[in-house]
Nanobody, 123 residues
Framework: QVHLVESGGGLVQAGGSLRLSCAASGRTFSSYTMGWFRQAPGKEREFVARIGKSGGSSYYTDSAKGRFAISGDNAKNMVYLQMNSLKPEDTAVYYC????????????????WGQGTQVTVSS
């Protein structure tokens, strides 16, 4: 069992930055691929980024490439999402999730989820 808690969301102006954090407890963080998803009102939950087990290779959706960076700290069981050059269309609830699959990109592939943190980008 893995328990995930996100933090770091908030209100920011377009062009600004936020750093989301995800604290993991339970089974060791290094056993899972860790991902970030987001869900805007009226839309489906969408993949944003993932980082491989033990902080391995990362992968981003096209809209996140060049602006967002995912990282992990195995010693602290933490995953981060640094978001730069934020746009109003980035407004959503952001979720941290854990998967046993190395190449997981869909919500169905992730076993454990946090409660989400709201990110609002004003124009």
């Amino acid at each position: 069992q893995v328990h995930l808690v996100e933090s770091g969301g908030g209100l920011v102006q377009a062009g600004g930055s936020l750093r989301l954090s995800c604290a993991a407890s339970g089974r060791t963080f290094s056993s899972y691929t860790m991902g970030w998803f987001r869900q805007a009102p009226g839309k489906e939950r969408e993949f944003v980024a993932r980082i491989g087990k033990s902080g391995g290779s990362s992968y981003y959706t096209d809209s996140a490439k060049g602006r967002f960076a995912i990282s992990g700290d195995n010693a602290k069981n933490m995953v981060y999402l640094q978001m730069n050059s934020l746009k109003p269309e980035d407004t959503a609830v952001y979720y941290c999730a854990a998967s046993g699959s190395s190449f997981a990109r869909t919500p169905a592939e992730y076993y454990y989820w946090g409660q989400g943190t709201q990110v609002t980008v004003s124009s």
